[in-house]
């Protein structure tokens, strides 16, 4: 669940109104001019997201090892390969 937090409403209570609205449900939504531009989550769930997604990076990895997805090159082979694919 999250709260909505106005950019004036942020301006005017600060840390404050971040620290009710995550306490209210997970994330703050800060919205401008009524469009949603912004969102705060504590440093905990951040944490936990960040590992989830270095988690799903490391088995792509892995995948991409066990079915032959890679390549043994120099540096200046590797360059070309990137530019010649530009």
């Not at 620290?19 to 800060?30: R, S």
Request: aromatic share 6%; glycine share 4%; proline share 0%.
């Amino acid at each position: 669940m999250h709260s909505f937090i106005t950019a004036n409403e942020l301006k005017t209570r600060g840390i404050a109104a971040i620290e009710q609205a995550i306490h209210e449900g997970n994330e703050a939504i800060i919205t401008v001019r009524g469009k949603q531009k912004f969102i705060v989550i504590s440093m905990d769930d951040y944490n936990a997201l960040r590992e989830k997604e270095l988690t799903a990076a490391v088995m792509e990895a892995k995948d991409d090892l066990e079915n032959g997805r890679f390549y043994i090159e120099s540096v200046q082979d590797h360059i070309n390969r990137l530019i010649s694919n530009v």
